[in-house]
C-alpha cells in the first residue's frame, strides 16, 4: 500500500501476533498467552484502547524493565475466604487472571472469595476478570487503581487514577450482565486512541491548571505527563451534575486496591522516582467473587436478574430513540461483528505494529500494510 489506510485483521491473526511479541520480550509463551486473550478480549468487545492499541506500551515497558516478563506471584497471607498476593511488578493481565481464579475457587467452597494485590502493573480490561466469575456461575467484581490522572471535585491537580469498577452476573440470556467502567468521565486510553485517529475530544473530559477545558489529544497527553492536565470524574466539574459523586467512587477504588494490601496510593503510581527516572507502577487491585448458589440455586439468581433486564429494556424510549441498552449488550454484540469482520487498524496503529514486528523480526506476519 502506498498510502497506509485502516485496515481489518482477523482475530485470531491479530491474537497470535500478541503472543508472539509478548513472548518475543522474553514472556513466558504460557503467560502470553494468557496476556494476549485479555487483550484480544479488548478489542472484541469494542474496547479499543485496552487492546491492541496497548500491546506497544507493554513491548517497551517489559523492553525497559518496568514490567517484568516472568510474573513472580507470591501469596503474601492467605485466609479461607481471602488471600493477599504481591505480584513483584509482573504483567498484570497474568496476575489478574491467577488472582481472580483464585477469589473464584475460595468463592466455591466458602461463598465468598477476595484477592487484594500489590505491586502490579496495568492488568487491561477490567470488565474481563467479573466474567471469568460469571462463567463460574457466580457474580464477581474486579477493581484497580491507576497512575494520577483525575481531579479531586473544586481541585484541578491530577491525584486518583481512573480507577475503574467492573461488576458481572449471570442471566438467564445469552449475553451477561457486565458493568465496566471508570470513574473519570473517561479515561486515558480513549485520548490516546481519538490522538491516532487525529481528532479532537469532548469539551468537559479534561481540565487544564486553570479549570479550563481543553479537547486537543495530543497537547492532553503531553500535559498528563507534566500533570498539568486532569481528568474530570464521573458528573464532571463541580457537584451540581453530581461530580463530587464519581470522586468519591474513583476514592473508593483507591482504597480497595491500596490500603487492604499495603499498596502504593495517588503520586506513588505516578511511574517515576524522586529523580524522575522511570520506575514500575505499583498498581493495586481488588478482586471478589460470589458463589450464587451459596444464596439461591443459580437457576433462580438468572431468572430473576433476566426478569430485570427485560423489563429495563422494555421501558418507556425516550423520544427520537429506538432502543434501551442494558450494561454489557453492546460489547457482546459488537464481538460477533468483530469475529467476522476483524480488528481494525488505523495507519497510526500500523506503524506500531510495523516496529514491533520489525524489532522481533516476526516475518511469518504478510500484514496488508
Given at each position: 500500500m502506498d498510502k497506509m489506510e485502516k485496515v481489518y485483521i482477523p482475530v485470531e491473526i491479530m491474537q497470535n501476533f500478541?503472543?508472539?511479541?509478548?513472548?518475543?520480550?522474553?514472556?513466558?509463551?504460557?503467560?502470553?498467552?494468557?496476556?494476549?486473550?485479555?487483550?484480544?478480549?479488548?478489542?472484541?468487545?469494542?474496547?479499543?484502547?485496552?487492546?491492541?492499541?496497548?500491546?506497544?506500551?507493554?513491548?517497551?515497558?517489559?523492553?525497559?524493565?518496568?514490567?517484568?516478563?516472568?510474573?513472580?506471584?507470591?501469596?503474601?497471607?492467605?485466609?479461607?475466604?481471602?488471600?493477599?498476593?504481591?505480584?513483584?511488578?509482573?504483567?498484570?493481565?497474568?496476575?489478574?487472571?491467577?488472582?481472580?481464579?483464585?477469589?473464584?475457587?475460595?468463592?466455591?467452597?466458602?461463598?465468598?472469595?477476595?484477592?487484594?494485590?500489590?505491586?502490579?502493573?496495568?492488568?487491561?480490561?477490567?470488565?474481563?476478570?467479573?466474567?471469568?466469575?460469571?462463567?463460574?456461575?457466580?457474580?464477581?467484581?474486579?477493581?484497580?487503581?491507576?497512575?494520577?490522572?483525575?481531579?479531586?471535585?473544586?481541585?484541578?491537580?491530577?491525584?486518583?487514577?481512573?480507577?475503574?469498577?467492573?461488576?458481572?452476573?449471570?442471566?438467564?440470556?445469552?449475553?451477561?450482565?457486565?458493568?465496566?467502567?471508570?470513574?473519570?468521565?473517561?479515561?486515558?486510553?480513549?485520548?490516546?486512541?481519538?490522538?491516532?485517529?487525529?481528532?479532537?475530544?469532548?469539551?468537559?473530559?479534561?481540565?487544564?491548571?486553570?479549570?479550563?477545558?481543553?479537547?486537543?489529544?495530543?497537547?492532553?497527553?503531553?500535559?498528563?505527563?507534566?500533570?498539568?492536565?486532569?481528568?474530570?470524574p464521573l458528573g464532571g466539574a463541580g457537584e451540581l451534575l453530581g461530580g463530587h459523586k464519581g470522586y468519591g467512587l474513583a476514592t473508593m477504588v483507591e482504597i480497595l486496591s491500596a490500603s487492604l494490601q499495603t499498596g502504593a496510593f495517588l503520586y506513588g503510581l505516578s511511574g517515576f522516582d524522586p529523580q524522575g527516572n522511570k520506575i514500575p507502577l505499583t498498581v493495586g487491585h481488588f478482586f471478589m467473587a460470589i458463589d450464587v448458589e451459596h444464596f439461591v440455586p443459580l437457576d433462580e439468581f438468572k431468572a430473576t436478574t433476566g426478569h430485570i433486564l427485560r423489563e429495563l429494556r422494555a421501558s418507556t424510549l425516550a423520544p427520537g430513540q429506538t432502543r434501551i441498552y442494558t450494561a454489557g449488550e453492546k460489547e457482546f454484540e459488537n464481538e460477533k461483528v468483530v469475529r467476522a469482520r476483524g480488528i481494525e487498524v488505523n495507519p497510526n496503529l500500523q506503524k506500531d505494529m510495523k516496529a514491533m514486528q520489525m524489532g522481533l523480526e516476526l516475518t511469518q506476519y504478510h500484514f496488508p500494510f
Open positions: 500478541m503472543v508472539d511479541v509478548l513472548a518475543g520480550v522474553g514472556m513466558p509463551r504460557p503467560e502470553a498467552e494468557t496476556a494476549a486473550e485479555v487483550l484480544i478480549s479488548s478489542d472484541l468487545r469494542g474496547v479499543e484502547s485496552h487492546g491492541i492499541g496497548r500491546l506497544k506500551m507493554y513491548y517497551d515497558r517489559i523492553r525497559a524493565g518496568t514490567i517484568k516478563a516472568t510474573t513472580e506471584f507470591e501469596i503474601v497471607k492467605e485466609g479461607p475466604a481471602t488471600a493477599v498476593v504481591d505480584g513483584h511488578y509482573g504483567m498484570g493481565h497474568v496476575i489478574g487472571v491467577r488472582a481472580m481464579q483464585m477469589a473464584i475457587d475460595k468463592a466455591r467452597t466458602y461463598g465468598m472469595g477476595s484477592v487484594a494485590v500489590r505491586n502490579s502493573t496495568h492488568f487491561g480490561i477490567d470488565g474481563y476478570y467479573p466474567l471469568m466469575a460469571v462463567k463460574a456461575g457466580m457474580l464477581g467484581m474486579s477493581f484497580t487503581n491507576a497512575r494520577p490522572s483525575i481531579a479531586p471535585t473544586f481541585g484541578v491537580k491530577p491525584m486518583l487514577g481512573t480507577n475503574p469498577i467492573a461488576f458481572g452476573a449471570p442471566t438467564d440470556e445469552e449475553c451477561p450482565f457486565l458493568y465496566d467502567a471508570a470513574t473519570s468521565i473517561t479515561q486515558r486510553g480513549k485520548i490516546e486512541v481519538a490522538n491516532r485517529a487525529e481528532k479532537d475530544v469532548p469539551e468537559g473530559w479534561v481540565i487544564d491548571q486553570e479549570g479550563q477545558f481543553v479537547t486537543h489529544p495530543a497537547d492532553i497527553l503531553k500535559a498528563f505527563d507534566q500533570s498539568s492536565n486532569a481528568l474530570l
